[in-house]
């Protein structure tokens, strides 16, 4: 299919098993975009999902020229499929918006009346979040807390990956290929003006969603060991104090024993102290491994996500994918 270059806007709609969400998604979009009256395209990345969401986004694209859809050969991942949107998509800018409706498609619309003053990046701060769940939100406050804490990247809080880019940061964005995906953190890492624009977070319309713990706790850990080395500035000076501090017992165990004649004897002062040092130094390997893990995946340099089918021209797909 050929496609128009003059698009303004790309909106990048990265999907798991939204089946549910996709005619009132598509249909929210669609008004929005046609509101502002610019020629745009909506670009789906089906993330390998288990229901019909291909067949939904298939039927669309046959009615509609301006859908255009990504299929991966199996779930990479949200970061991934985001990834692949904008490797393929054409705007002068791009808006990157969740399927699940919890990003409402009508805010478009106010991040790029704020666009137009000239910022390149708009991102969608969360003033609220409602529908998720007492733990998410505690734990989502925490992380985006310590990861700020830790880096010196200027990483806002509250924010997920709704936003709106300028083509200039989509093809900077572009040159770091890193495979650990934290994109809200290499956004930031590029600077520009980024301005936001406030919203209350709607609860996902249907289905469950896709982040279990274990994922958000990787996903966590992606942003926290790919924009600092705080963890392991952490460890070594955990291993300064530790060994200051034993330093000092060992003082005052010889001062016992020779002038008071009072000789430290006991068990569960010998196990405690065993156990102690045992788990500060796995917890020392397992951030140094974090980091490694890194490397590795670096290293290995495979193709990012691989592409199944797509109605987009054979070189637009194959810049990261297979
Ligand atoms: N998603 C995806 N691949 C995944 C998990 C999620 O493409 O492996 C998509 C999902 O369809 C949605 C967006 O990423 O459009 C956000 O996911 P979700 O709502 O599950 O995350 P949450 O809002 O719970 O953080
Ligand atoms: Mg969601």
């Not at 991102?123 to 529908?131: I, S």
Request: a positive charge.
């Amino acid at each position: 299919m050929e496609r128009n270059s003059n698009v303004a806007i790309s909106v990048i709609v990265p999907i798991y098993n939204e089946e549910k969400n996709l005619p009132e998604l598509y249909r929210r979009l669609t008004d929005t975009l046609l509101g502002l009256g610019l020629p745009y395209e909506l670009v789906f990345v089906n993330d390998g999902s288990k229901d019909n969401s291909l067949l939904e986004i298939l039927r669309l694209s046959q009615t509609d020229s301006a859908v255009f859809y990504v299929n991966f050969s199996r779930n990479f991942g949200h970061q991934i499929a985001v990834t692949a949107g904008l490797d393929v998509c054409r705007g002068a800018c791009a808006v990157i918006i969740d399927g699940d409706l919890q990003d409402p498609p009508e805010l478009i619309a106010d991040l790029y009346q704020k666009y137009q003053k000239g910022h390149e990046v708009v991102y969608a701060k969360r003033a609220t979040r409602n529908g998720d769940s007492f733990f998410k939100k505690t734990t989502a406050k925490l992380f985006y807390r310590v990861l700020r804490a830790s880096t010196a990247t200027d990483i806002p809080l509250d924010t997920g990956d709704f936003r709106l880019i300028d083509r200039k940061v989509i093809d900077y964005l572009k040159q770091m290929p890193e495979q650990n995906k934290f994109l809200r953190g290499q956004i930031a890492w590029l600077g520009f003006s980024q301005t936001h624009v406030l919203f209350d977070r709607d609860s996902r319309r249907h289905g469950t969603s896709g982040y279990s713990l274990g994922r958000m706790l990787r996903f966590a850990m992606d942003g926290i060991t790919g924009f600092s080395d705080a963890p392991l500035q952490f460890v070594t000076r955990l291993g300064f104090t530790i060994s200051a501090l034993s330093f000092l017992i060992i003082l005052y165990a010889v001062y016992s024993h020779f002038i008071l004649h009072r000789t430290i004897t006991g068990w569960t002062s010998l196990i405690i102290s065993s156990m102690f040092i045992g788990g500060v130094q796995l917890l020392s390997v397992g951030v140094i491994g974090e980091y490694v893990s890194r490397i590795n995946r670096n290293v290995l340099n495979r193709p990012l996500y691989i592409v199944q089918g797509s109605n987009l021209s054979q070189n637009a797909v194959a810049v990261n994918g297979g």
